[in-house]
């Protein structure tokens, strides 16, 4: 029998989350980097509760090109990261991670950098959200609803195989991106690796998006009892993609506690661990499972 022992996640403090809901996204890079890297600016200069500076800074799901298929091969970069190897952010091949690992130093604050296209060492290509951990997302988003929404990543795209947290000064974070939120093993998972915030880079559309992106948010940080935050693109009617927007953070408790409308904009939410806790010792799942009834997936070694 395996054991099973996971580092002890850093006392959980109060933060200021900020998610940047982008827009203007179009078919050049450069001018999509420059966009994105001038937003992080200015979120990172308008404070959350009592004028404070984020201490975490969002991007959405595919933040450096437009959202398709046919667009992942075209616009994907490769990272350099190696898992369990040092990793040079500085020095990465690809430009959004080097835009983002300098103004992430710059205005010293934790970004994590939505997510891009990735083309892995095997080749193969990857939805990817990466700076100081990398997650790669793991389901891809393949669904037909007849004459409303069909999508097929996988005719680009490869999903990945494991789950990635990080450790701040404040708190643990889980990472996890968009179609993931639906199989709450991903969200469960981290959750009892220690994470107190799951935040998931994502974008929703116009028939998915009123159906459950509130609900499914809802869902995870009640069962978990975690807060839980899903970062849109802004909704653009010109492009072949309409993203749901909405942009979104929700307490242990369920309480939606900011949301976007479709637009361009930025939210700063106040993440009060006190919530966290009061959630945790009223309503005390955490200590109430029984496994020998059922099997922890998070124990799953390979
Ligand atoms: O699950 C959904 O409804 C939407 C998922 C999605 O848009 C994605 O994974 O990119």
Redesign the pocket.
């Known amino acids: 029998m395996s054991s099973f022992t996971y580092t002890t996640p850093p006392p959980f403090k109060p933060f200021d989350l900020t998610l940047i809901q982008l827009g203007g996204v179009g078919s050049d890079k450069a001018a999509n980097l420059q966009h994105a890297r001038d937003m992080i600016l200015k979120a990172a200069h308008k404070g959350g509760q009592d004028d404070s500076r984020p201490k975490i800074i969002v991007l959405p799901?595919i933040f450096n090109s437009p959202y398709g298929h046919a667009y992942f091969p075209i616009y994907a970069e490769t990272i350099g990261y190696i898992a369990d190897k040092p990793y040079d952010t500085n020095n990465s091949p690809s430009d959004s991670v080097r835009m983002l690992s300098s103004v992430a130093k710059e205005i010293g604050t934790w970004i994590v950098g939505g997510s891009i296209a990735e083309r892995g060492d095997d080749g193969k290509i990857y939805n990817t959200c990466e700076l100081v951990a990398m997650h790669r997302k793991v389901h891809l988003?393949d669904?037909d609803i007849p004459g409303k929404m069909t999508?097929k990543?996988s005719e680009t795209l490869t999903g990945g195989s494991s789950i990635a947290f990080f450790d701040t000064e404040f708190a643990r974070i889980g990472l996890g991106?968009?179609?993931d939120?639906?199989f709450p093993e991903v969200a469960m998972i981290n959750a009892r690796k220690g994470c107190h915030v799951l935040i998931y880079p994502?974008?929703?559309?116009l028939t998915?998006g009123p159906l459950?992106w509130k609900l499914l948010q809802q869902a995870r940080a009640v069962d978990n009892q975690v807060f839980f935050s899903m970062c849109s693109p802004a909704r653009d009617t010109t492009a072949s993609y309409h993203a749901w927007g909405h942009s979104m953070v929700v307490d242990p408790l369920g309480t939606v506690l900011a949301e976007a409308e479709h637009e361009e904009s930025i939210l700063h939410v106040y993440i009060n661990p006190k919530v966290f806790d009061d959630a945790r010792a009223g309503i005390p799942v955490t200590t109430q499972r029984r496994f020998d009834v059922y099997l922890d997936v998070s124990k799953k070694t390979s």
Request: proline content about 0%; glycine content about 0%.
């Open positions: 799901e988003f669904i999508f990543e991106i968009c179609y939120v639906r994502a974008a929703f559309n998915t459950h």
